[in-house]
């Protein structure tokens, strides 16, 4: 069951930075679009890394530090979203923006759990 998680949560991950890419192909090629949007294009992928890396962190507080680093990209990625809805599909951002916030959840939960067992 956990495996499946696992895969799910990598499939997520990976699925949310190509939706992120799109979005950045569709930007208009102004300035301002193309500065936030390689803003969003860098913290939007590198999620499912830092989610990745956290699969072989070698101690608990390594896993924890791993997956907040998730987090703060999540918390990035949502600000530059919020700075591009005049630029964009608002569906789609909308859309993003639920699934970053699902994906903060899964995190800090994770995060939490985590750190429960340690004490």
Known sequence: MKAEKNRDLKDRTREFAMRIIRLYSALPKTTEAQVLGKQLLRSGTSVGAHYREAQRAKSNADFINKIEGALQEL??????????????SEDELVSLQQESDELIAIFVTMVQKTKSKRR
């Open 75 to 88: 918390e990035e990625t949502q600000y530059w979203l919020e700075l591009l809805q005049g630029c964009s």
